[in-house]
């Protein structure tokens, strides 16, 4: 099964660092979604004690309904909105707290303004003070969206570009959000001196990103379209580019940054620096699902930045940490998870 391939490939990775999660308590907001579920299958596997909070607005019961059934003793979830003041009645005490929650897929940012925004503003704050209370190393996953549409001359971005940002876009929700929730961060470090840590991650896919509706991220509807024959759809006239991290780098990353203490007060940028065009992805996508499909080009979404590529300089020197999985292998794995769900 490539998920529990996954854990391991990860749990090795980090353990070859002697970083270990084994007896720490953590709470996890957006515990249920696509990244955040992996990162509770890996610390549960690593023998820490779980507590994930979630609303289930994008993420999924299923993902965590193993740990739920057969993991009682180390794993707690509840079902909660982390803007919700109520939040702070959770009266366990945690050593790290990994600040997930949020609908992260473009379309959702038309859907969901409010609830984007006031997840990345009161949202934060709120796991501020679960860290505050508990003098917990917090980790906040921001995003290369607090770049904006970058000049040019600064991509590969680094964590210093100050970005490129239309406050009232049509992304602002989620771009605005997060430069806000960073904003939280380093007022608590500033004020309170909070254990703050933050991830800017780029583009990243892997098993159990969904593919459906609104939720729909490039890579999976891609690898749908061309598994099922149907037109690959591809926005403007694929020229601009991304760059694409397979989940098990990403989450490594992730897990890295929120607990070496080299990592307090810092942020890094969390990705795979290889660059390409949004048509040469669907070329490979086609091509390694031997598929039929079509491309048809439809319009642009309004703010959908040129450019994006991470200067990972950073990671690579602090966390010592790199992006280990190319596309192709990438793109294999998360394939062979599609069709493990038939
Ligand atoms: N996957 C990526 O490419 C990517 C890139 C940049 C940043 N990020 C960030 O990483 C985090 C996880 O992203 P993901 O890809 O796993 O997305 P996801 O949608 O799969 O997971 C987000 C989770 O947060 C939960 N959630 C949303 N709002 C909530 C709220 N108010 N209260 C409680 N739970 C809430 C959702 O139900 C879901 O389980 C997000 O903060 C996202 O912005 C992801």
Known sequence: MQ???????????????????????????????FLGSYI???LIEMGATVFCVDNLSSGRLENIQDLIDQKEDQFTFMRQDIVDASVLEIEDQFDVILHLASRAAPMEFEKYPIAILSTNTIGTMNTLELAKRSNAKILFTSTSETYGDPDPQFVPTPETYAGSVISTGIRSCYEEGKRSGEAFMAAYLRQYGINTRIVRIFNTYGPRIRADGVYGRVVPRFVNQALIGDPITVFGDGAQTRSFSYATDTVEGILRAAILDSASGEIFNIGNDKEMTVLQLAKIVKEQTNSDSEFVFSKLPEGDPKRRCPNVTKAKTILNWSPKVDLHTGLKNFISWVSELK
């Open 3 to 33: 998920i529990e391939k996954d854990v391991k490939t990860i749990i090795n990775s980090l353990k070859d660092s002697s970083i270990d999660y084994k007896g720490l308590r953590v709470l996890i907001s957006g515990g249920a979604g």
């Open 40 to 42: 509770c299958d890996v």
